[in-house]
């Protein structure tokens, strides 16, 4: 299993400005995933982080909103830019850990922007 | 395209009755199938998976879920239901491609237990 760390928990905002979130997990790990969550509604995948690489984005993400870092195998950050009030959100980082073919969440991080 | 669907957005229960959340998926192979649990303010915890064999799974907190592939559906139940069961539930398909999952949610389910 993973024990995945994130923060801060929770944090409101002024529109315009950006926000980074971090995610540090306990071991090592190939893959980091973080997605988002609007309000009422499922979890939507953002981007896969792997170590050393560029971030891959879904359809609907650019980097220049949501840039991400990886620098090593237990660490990532996202960061949410230019914010809107659109991007209230809970964004929760996710890693597959290679053994146990199943996703494992952080708590999350609510985001309101006023 | 991969998709999953729960239809269920709310369900309302009393203490000690018997639950079924219902999970239909969209999958062109033999999917990997997810229930996760979400509380209030909390990520998402793990219930039970389905790769392969049996096609009725246990997992934690006494739920269980059968997979159904002439259905296409991977319904979570559980005989008895607890308070502290309220809850969103979230059904996941994981979608293996370049070397990982992609996992595909569904729109979840909240539950209340009525005491």
């Known amino acids: 299993s993973a024990v995945i760390s994130q923060k801060p928990s929770r944090d409101i905002c002024q529109r315009g400005t950006s926000l980074t979130i971090q995610c540090q997990v306990d071991?090592?790990?190939?893959?980091m995933f973080w997605y988002r969550q609007q309000p009422g509604q499922s979890l939507t995948l953002i981007a896969t982080?792997?170590?050393?690489?560029?971030?891959?984005?879904e359809s609907g993400f650019v980097i220049d909103k949501f840039p991400i870092s990886r620098p090593n195998l237990t660490f990532s950050t996202l960061t949410v830019s230019n914010m809107s009030p659109e991007d209230s959100s809970i964004y929760l980082c996710?890693?597959?850990?290679?053994?146990?073919?199943?996703?494992?969440f952080g708590q999350g991080t609510r985001l309101t922007v006023v | 395209a991969q998709s999953v669907t729960q239809p269920d957005i709310h369900i309302t229960v009393s203490e000690g009755a018997s639950l079924e959340l219902r999970c239909n998926y969209s999958?062109?192979?033999?999917?990997?199938l997810f229930w996760y649990v979400q509380s209030p303010g909390q990520g998402l915890q793990l219930l039970l998976k389905?790769?392969?064999?049996?096609?009725l799974v246990q997992g934690i907190k006494g739920f269980e879920a059968e997979f159904k592939r002439s259905q296409s559906s991977f319904n979570l139940r559980k005989p008895s239901v607890h308070w502290s069961d309220a809850a969103e539930y979230f059904c996941?398909?994981?979608?293996?491609?370049?070397?990982?999952?992609?996992?595909?949610f569904g729109t979840g389910t909240r539950l209340k237990v009525l005491a």
């Open positions: 996710s890693v597959e850990t290679p053994m146990n073919t199943e996703a494992f």
């Open positions: 071991s090592q790990v190939t893959m």
């Open positions: 982080a792997n170590q050393g690489s560029e971030a891959t984005y």
């Open positions: 999958y062109g192979a033999t999917p990997y």
């Open positions: 389905y790769f392969s064999g049996d096609t």
């Open positions: 996941a398909v994981g979608a293996r491609g370049s070397g990982t999952y992609k996992y595909i």
